[in-house]
């Protein structure tokens, strides 16, 4: 494999030193700018444990409880900073338990770096204590992985890791090293990579295609913005606005691409989706351009395809060229960075408003909130509802907090009602649906933006999937809000056994222990709310708190999460009720 | 709308690396494709590879596949073409008893009119190799059946497009990005 290295590189070790290649391990993560990880340790990892506790002034290492939790937390700082997120891991069990979380990352483009420790190379593909094939493993869930089996391979295969990781569309990659490698020594020098030979990570921007998608914007009675990560991830939020703005189109969100412009922009018309806003929903299908940017068409969004946006023109902008064309067929594919490219469309859009077509998704809006929101977040039944507890978030945190959601029915609840007023704000699973993701992430995302708050609100069900990660809090003194909306159900699956397998509550109900004893055991500050009354006054204490907090909320057994298109069903017909 | 499903035969080059070929065969993997013949070698380029495979899809499928192949880091190009655009042959290894070779002379009739090479001759057995098409090799196969074969092996496709295939351009702006 051919690479390009920088001439130059910064706070870069190139002089050459003789070292182990676990030294060269830890130097290659300063190198590459790495302040902290979240790992493991473990047997066939030690070397580099061992050199690691030689430089913790420099690298922060984070001892998560389970290596999902290192994964998760590492996906969590990756989102929030923007920057390659770093867990580390033993052989074997230690490596596969990093699985969950690179495949997460992978569906969701997260710049993951994973190091694992391997068997001697001599014991490879031999059954050795605590083998597995991590490199075939890996391979269909992350952008790149190799094994190093030699010292002298290991600068060039980490510069590479992060150069892949981070650059073009992001990802996960795996680089497994073996125990002989960490152990023998090498002559040691850093060069980052910056370009791999038959990778090209950003296609250029054709300025045809631009014109061509301006031209079709210009022209469009009804033209509607779908949007999701890659606005983010390309750091084009800027750009977004000013494009949604001069073209006055409505605007919709992937739940990927949410925050990326304010809630309160008065052309920010909602999320699109399976559990989104009602008229973004509805309209897909009445409008004349569909305009998608960076969002992969993912079924959660389209509903059935057969009849999703038939009627309209399809431009696409997005970095990948594969997902031109692979749910939805494109009339104009516009490749690149979306921040180049956005701010290459704004130079050719006219000035324009679409104030009757606007007005469609108010009407709609206020259709949704008389049937759906208002019992949501202002509920006037006994029970508690999800809705409001987000109400009271953002009342304390002025929508500016970092909203770390776990997966089902409050993630839905959260993306809905959450007020994003800050960019690279709401941190979630999204493609894999990964339960048990919002806890150790939200540690992550605290170690990255120590100096917001951070908010993770989790199922009852999700927070018991790496409820251990509490001692990692503990431990770290990571001042994460922790709510937990207690409805002693798997909440979404009970939703659909309610609608679709005649209530047959089959191994939903949870008996759950008391939540408030674990955390306070851990030494985490806690408190239950089970009435209204003490709602307000338990989050603004929560959101006082200079340190981690837990906080249960017991909310209504059985509530739903509306709008919904049903699995399946065109988001013509997403249902209110 | 319903696609015919044709015989499509993909190539793919690449980078010399260990488990690219885990890669590339999960992408069909996933999808649920059958590969009919997978035929990797070096390519006309030093240091870089070819794979040639072929499949029975649809050419939206053959699109959407060749642009995930590309997505692969160590890819370096992929191409999907038809029968009709490419040259491609395959080849098959039959071991018969020698006895046979005396006893039965239509064997030497098949032989001869099949334009089949003998490749080894000894007291136990024979070797036969013949490259061609696929329905070539399987009519040879039929007729050498009724007088029993010891082995056979057929390889994969092996393909070149008709047209040039401009790899070392890609390659070349590859290296000057």
């Given at each position: 494999m051919k690479t390009q290295t920088a001439d130059k590189t910064k706070e870069v070790a190139n002089k050459t030193e003789h070292i182990t290649g676990s030294e060269a391990v830890i130097k290659s993560l300063i190198a590459e700018g790495v302040d902290v990880l979240y790992g493991y340790p473990g047997g066939a990892i030690m070397p580099v444990y061992d050199e690691l506790f030689k430089f913790q002034d420099q690298i922060h290492h984070v001892l998560t409880r389970h290596e999902q939790g290192a994964a998760h937390a590492a996906q969590g700082y990756a989102r929030i900073s923007g920057k390659v997120g770093v867990a580390m891991a033993t052989s074997g069990p230690g490596a596969t338990n990093l699985i969950t979380g690179i495949a997460d990352a992978q569906i969701d483009s997260t710049p993951l770096v994973c190091i694992t420790g391997q068997v001697a190379s001599h014991l490879?593909?031999?059954?050795?204590?605590?083998?597995?094939d991590i490199v075939g493993i890996s391979t269909p869930v992350t952008k790149w992985n190799c094994q190093v089996t030699?010292?002298?391979?290991i600068p060039a295969a980490l510069a590479k890791a992060f150069y892949i990781a981070r650059s073009g569309r992001p990802g996960p990659v795996l680089v497994d090293i073996t125990k002989d490698a960490q152990i023998s020594e090498l002559d040691f020098k850093y060069e980052k990579c910056v370009g791999v030979r038959s990778y090209k990570p950003i296609p250029k921007t054709n300025p045809d295609s631009v014109k061509a998608a301006a031209e079709l914007i210009n022209n469009a009675k009804k033209p509607f913005i779908v949007w999701g990560q890659g606005v983010i991830l390309g750091e084009a939020e800027a750009e977004l606005k000013t494009v949604i703005e001069k073209s006055g189109v409505p605007a919709a969100w992937t739940i990927l691409g949410a925050s990326a412009l304010p809630t309160?922009?008065?052309?920010?018309?909602g999320m699109v989706g399976?559990?989104?806003?009602?008229a973004p929903n509805k309209l897909t299908n009445e409008c004349d351009v569909l305009i998608a940017i960076g969002?992969?068409?993912d079924d959660r969004v389209t509903g059935d395809l057969n009849t999703y946006a038939k009627q309209a023109k399809v431009i696409h902008f997005d970095?990948?060229?594969?997902?031109?064309?692979?749910?939805v067929k494109t009339d104009i594919a516009v490749l690149g960075n979306s921040k180049e490219s956005l701010a290459m469309l704004a130079e050719v859009l006219?000035?324009?408003?679409?104030d009757s077509w606007l007005q469609k998704f108010k009407d709609l809006y206020k259709i949704e909130y008389e049937k759906v929101i208002k019992d949501d977040?202002?509920?006037?039944?006994?029970g508690l509802t999800m809705g409001e507890v987000l109400k009271q978030i953002n009342i304390e945190s002025e929508g500016k907090a970092a909203i770390v959601s776990d997966v089902g029915q409050h993630q839905m609840i959260a993306c809905r009602y959450?007020?994003?007023?800050?960019?690279?704000?709401n941190i979630t699973s999204g493609?894999?649906?990964?339960?048990?993701?919002a806890l150790p992430a939200a540690i992550g995302a605290k170690m990255a933006a120590p100096e917001r708050e951070v908010v993770a609100i989790i199922g009852d069900g999700g927070y018991q999937m790496?409820?251990?990660?509490l001692g990692t809090i503990f431990q770290t003194k990571a001042a994460v809000k922790i709510v937990v909306l207690n409805n002693e159900f798997l909440g979404m699956v009970r939703q659909w056994q309610q609608l679709?397998?005649?209530?047959?509550?089959?191994?939903?109900?949870m008996t759950n222990p008391d939540f408030v004893t674990i955390a306070k055991g851990y030494h985490i500050q806690a408190k239950r709310v089970e009435k209204r009354e003490d709602l307000a006054e338990a989050v603004k204490e929560m959101m006082a708190s200079k340190e981690s907090y837990f906080l249960e909320v017991c909310v209504e057994k059985e509530d739903n999460v509306f709008p919904m298109v049903p699995s399946g069903a065109s988001v013509s017909d997403i249902r209110l009720s | 709308m319903n696609e015919d499903i044709k015989t499509f035969t993909i190539s793919v080059y690449t980078?010399?690396?260990?488990?690219l070929l885990n890669r590339i065969s999960a992408i069909f993997q996933r999808r649920h494709i059958n590969i009919e013949s997978l035929t990797t070698s070096r390519s006309e380029i030093d240091g870089v590879n070819r794979f040639v495979i072929v499949v029975n899809i649809t050419e939206t499928n053959a699109k959407k596949i060749v642009k995930q192949i590309e997505?692969?880091?160590?890819?370096?190009r992929a191409y999907y073409h038809t029968d009709d655009e490419t040259i491609f042959t395959e080849s098959c290894m039959f071991k018969i008893k020698s006895s046979l070779l005396f006893d039965e002379p239509q064997i030497q009739n098949i032989i001869k009119e099949s334009d089949t090479r003998i490749v080894t001759v000894n007291r136990e057995f024979f070797v036969l190799e013949k490259s061609g098409r696929r329905h070539e090799i399987e009519a040879l196969r039929r007729d050498l059946n009724v007088f029993g074969i010891m082995q056979f092996v057929r390889s994969g496709r092996i393909a070149v497009t008709k047209?040039?295939?401009k790899v070392t351009e890609v390659l070349t702006a590859f290296n000057n990005q």
């Amino acid at each position: 494999m051919k690479t390009q290295t920088a001439d130059k590189t910064k706070e870069v070790a190139n002089k050459t030193e003789h070292i182990t290649g676990s030294e060269a391990v830890i130097k290659s993560l300063i190198a590459e700018g790495v302040d902290v990880l979240y790992g493991y340790p473990g047997g066939a990892i030690m070397p580099v444990y061992d050199e690691l506790f030689k430089f913790q002034d420099q690298i922060h290492h984070v001892l998560t409880r389970h290596e999902q939790g290192a994964a998760h937390a590492a996906q969590g700082y990756a989102r929030i900073s923007g920057k390659v997120g770093v867990a580390m891991a033993t052989s074997g069990p230690g490596a596969t338990n990093l699985i969950t979380g690179i495949a997460d990352a992978q569906i969701d483009s997260t710049p993951l770096v994973c190091i694992t420790g391997q068997v001697a190379s001599h014991l490879l593909g031999s059954d050795a204590f605590q083998e597995t094939d991590i490199v075939g493993i890996s391979t269909p869930v992350t952008k790149w992985n190799c094994q190093v089996t030699k010292a002298s391979e290991i600068p060039a295969a980490l510069a590479k890791a992060f150069y892949i990781a981070r650059s073009g569309r992001p990802g996960p990659v795996l680089v497994d090293i073996t125990k002989d490698a960490q152990i023998s020594e090498l002559d040691f020098k850093y060069e980052k990579c910056v370009g791999v030979r038959s990778y090209k990570p950003i296609p250029k921007t054709n300025p045809d295609s631009v014109k061509a998608a301006a031209e079709l914007i210009n022209n469009a009675k009804k033209p509607f913005i779908v949007w999701g990560q890659g606005v983010i991830l390309g750091e084009a939020e800027a750009e977004l606005k000013t494009v949604i703005e001069k073209s006055g189109v409505p605007a919709a969100w992937t739940i990927l691409g949410a925050s990326a412009l304010p809630t309160s922009h008065p052309l920010n018309v909602g999320m699109v989706g399976m559990h989104g806003n009602y008229a973004p929903n509805k309209l897909t299908n009445e409008c004349d351009v569909l305009i998608a940017i960076g969002m992969r068409f993912d079924d959660r969004v389209t509903g059935d395809l057969n009849t999703y946006a038939k009627q309209a023109k399809v431009i696409h902008f997005d970095i990948d060229p594969a997902e031109i064309d692979k749910n939805v067929k494109t009339d104009i594919a516009v490749l690149g960075n979306s921040k180049e490219s956005l701010a290459m469309l704004a130079e050719v859009l006219n000035e324009n408003s679409h104030d009757s077509w606007l007005q469609k998704f108010k009407d709609l809006y206020k259709i949704e909130y008389e049937k759906v929101i208002k019992d949501d977040i202002e509920p006037t039944k006994e029970g508690l509802t999800m809705g409001e507890v987000l109400k009271q978030i953002n009342i304390e945190s002025e929508g500016k907090a970092a909203i770390v959601s776990d997966v089902g029915q409050h993630q839905m609840i959260a993306c809905r009602y959450a007020d994003f007023n800050v960019t690279k704000s709401n941190i979630t699973s999204g493609g894999l649906g990964t339960m048990g993701f919002a806890l150790p992430a939200a540690i992550g995302a605290k170690m990255a933006a120590p100096e917001r708050e951070v908010v993770a609100i989790i199922g009852d069900g999700g927070y018991q999937m790496n409820i251990q990660e509490l001692g990692t809090i503990f431990q770290t003194k990571a001042a994460v809000k922790i709510v937990v909306l207690n409805n002693e159900f798997l909440g979404m699956v009970r939703q659909w056994q309610q609608l679709f397998f005649d209530k047959r509550y089959a191994s939903t109900e949870m008996t759950n222990p008391d939540f408030v004893t674990i955390a306070k055991g851990y030494h985490i500050q806690a408190k239950r709310v089970e009435k209204r009354e003490d709602l307000a006054e338990a989050v603004k204490e929560m959101m006082a708190s200079k340190e981690s907090y837990f906080l249960e909320v017991c909310v209504e057994k059985e509530d739903n999460v509306f709008p919904m298109v049903p699995s399946g069903a065109s988001v013509s017909d997403i249902r209110l009720s | 709308m319903n696609e015919d499903i044709k015989t499509f035969t993909i190539s793919v080059y690449t980078e010399n690396n260990i488990g690219l070929l885990n890669r590339i065969s999960a992408i069909f993997q996933r999808r649920h494709i059958n590969i009919e013949s997978l035929t990797t070698s070096r390519s006309e380029i030093d240091g870089v590879n070819r794979f040639v495979i072929v499949v029975n899809i649809t050419e939206t499928n053959a699109k959407k596949i060749v642009k995930q192949i590309e997505k692969q880091v160590e890819a370096i190009r992929a191409y999907y073409h038809t029968d009709d655009e490419t040259i491609f042959t395959e080849s098959c290894m039959f071991k018969i008893k020698s006895s046979l070779l005396f006893d039965e002379p239509q064997i030497q009739n098949i032989i001869k009119e099949s334009d089949t090479r003998i490749v080894t001759v000894n007291r136990e057995f024979f070797v036969l190799e013949k490259s061609g098409r696929r329905h070539e090799i399987e009519a040879l196969r039929r007729d050498l059946n009724v007088f029993g074969i010891m082995q056979f092996v057929r390889s994969g496709r092996i393909a070149v497009t008709k047209d040039e295939m401009k790899v070392t351009e890609v390659l070349t702006a590859f290296n000057n990005q």
